[in-house]
């Protein structure tokens, strides 16, 4: 008899959930430059990224984008030792030999002295932002791309369908171009240089054609970018909405990351976020549609958005409370110290790795699940014993 327990705990969280998750840890990141808690902050996004990635192409993105950060952070430490840093310094580390530049240039030096406090300013900014990346890449490495285009509101529909067009497209085209280079190899023909790209270009690009066309009979033929009539009072209010929403996103989001803007900036991204929410639900009128096996917001995908948001906000309040700790001074040369609550607060983004689903490969078959009638199949059946009465 087939087991009809809920399966809940084994299906995959909605990819909203990981998108909140890492945002809120990255909006952490933009709060501090305190290498400790930026420290904690991508420990904690690869200890849950190790936990929760499932075994997929996009989850061997995250690798890509700690090569980005710390690519990030060497370059910002490069432009410190060559273009110099405007933090004044008494600790000189090595004085590098300085290029006379025009009056026009005023204000910009090549080479000269190398301070401790101007490297490790650059090193605490540049830190903040391989942090961003790296919550970023988390968020790419743990959310399916196209579970999560699924999602789009239904004023989005004709951007999601591009996205997943090109996404569908892209590794088809690689596909091509690695089959028609092994091809030309074989024939002993180049596959290199002007001339080969050319050689192996052209039918690639016949091919992507030729798919496009039959993409485009197909979506066609089901009916794809068919719109509903709307009265011209909601287009209107529904482009305002939409518009003015992001406008105010855009301004909401400018004054929490500058220190002038803390007053005005979370009130103004509210009402953006109100705004254009509101915008693209009248939107989706136009895009009558329904979704196959949509995605449901489980309590364990609340509670995994909800611990990405509670980290932004109580780094946010720590920020604005007590800005010492979390923006140590570099001059004079001091060692940061790790603000307890503060890290705290960041060890709540850990919640996620609690939560996470089983392996894949540790799930029983929906077609075939486990019962005392039909015992699961072990990978290496042990061999039947020998009879006795055979001649060995």
């Known amino acids: 008899m087939a087991d009809r327990r809920p399966r809940a705990r084994?299906?995959?969280?909605?990819?909203?959930?990981?998108?909140?998750?890492?945002l809120g840890l990255g909006t952490a990141a933009t709060r501090t430059t305190?290498?400790?808690?930026?420290g904690l902050l991508l420990t904690v996004s690869a200890y849950v990224v190790t936990t929760c990635r499932p075994d997929t192409p996009w989850s061997r993105s995250y690798s890509a984008f700690l090569k980005l950060a710390l690519a990030v952070l060497v370059i910002r430490l490069v432009f410190v030792v060559a273009l110099g840093s405007p933090i004044p310094g008494t600790h000189v580390l090595v004085t590098l030999p300085e290029v006379p530049l025009p009056h026009w240039a005023q204000g910009i030096r090549l080479g000269g002295a190398v301070t401790a406090e101007g490297l490790l300013f650059a090193f605490y900014d540049g830190l903040?932002?391989?942090?961003?990346?790296?919550?970023?890449?988390?968020?790419?490495?743990?959310?399916?791309?196209?579970?999560?285009?699924?999602?789009?509101?239904?004023?989005?529909?004709?951007?999601?369908?591009?996205?997943?067009?090109?996404?569908?497209?892209?590794p088809n085209l690689i596909a091509d171009v690695h089959r028609l280079r092994a091809a030309r190899r074989l024939r002993g023909r180049p596959d290199t240089g002007l001339?080969?790209?050319?050689?192996?270009?052209l039918p690639v690009l016949e091919g992507a054609l030729e798919r496009s066309v039959a993409l485009a009979a197909a979506m066609d033929a089901r009916g794809y970018g068919r719109t509903a009539d709307v009265p011209?009072?909601?287009?209107?209010?529904?482009?305002?909405?939409?518009?003015?929403?992001?406008?105010?996103?855009?301004?909401?989001?400018?004054?929490?990351?500058?220190a002038a803007g803390g007053t005005y900036g979370l009130p103004v991204l509210l009402a953006g976020v109100v705004g254009a929410l509101a915008g693209l639900r009248l939107g989706g009128r136009r895009s009558p549609r329904t979704r196959y096996r949509p995605d449901r917001w489980t309590p364990r995908a609340c509670l995994v958005a909800a611990s990405?948001?509670?980290?932004?906000?109580?780094?946010?309040?720590?920020?604005?409370?007590?800005?010492?700790?979390?923006?140590?001074?570099?001059?004079?040369?001091?060692?940061?110290?790790?603000?307890?609550?503060?890290?705290?607060?960041?060890?709540?983004?850990?919640?996620p790795a609690f939560l996470a689903p089983e392996s894949p490969s540790s799930r029983p078959?929906?077609?075939?699940?486990?019962?005392?009638?039909?015992?699961?199949?072990?990978?290496?059946?042990?061999?039947?014993?020998?009879?006795?009465?055979?001649?060995?």
């Open 10 to 22: 084994h299906s995959p969280l909605h990819p909203a959930a990981w998108w909140f998750w890492a």
């Open 34 to 38: 305190n290498p400790l808690l930026l």
């Open 128 to 170: 903040k932002l391989a942090t961003l990346l790296v919550c970023v890449g988390a968020a790419n490495a743990l959310a399916s791309p196209s579970r999560l285009l699924k999602t789009l509101p239904g004023a989005l529909y004709e951007t999601g369908v591009a996205v997943v067009v090109a996404l569908t497209f892209a």
């Open 195 to 201: 001339r080969g790209l050319l050689q192996v270009g």
């Open 232 to 258: 011209a009072p909601v287009r209107r209010t529904t482009a305002v909405l939409t518009l003015g929403g992001l406008l105010g996103v855009c301004a909401g989001t400018y004054g929490l990351l500058t």
């Open 308 to 351: 990405g948001i509670a980290v932004a906000a109580l780094l946010t309040l720590a920020a604005s409370a007590g800005p010492a700790a979390l923006h140590p001074g570099v001059v004079p040369l001091t060692a940061p110290a790790l603000p307890l609550w503060p890290a705290a607060a960041v060890l709540l983004g850990l919640l």
């Open 365 to 392: 078959s929906p077609l075939n699940p486990p019962s005392p009638l039909n015992p699961p199949i072990p990978l290496n059946p042990p061999s039947p014993p020998a009879d006795p009465k055979e001649p060995s």
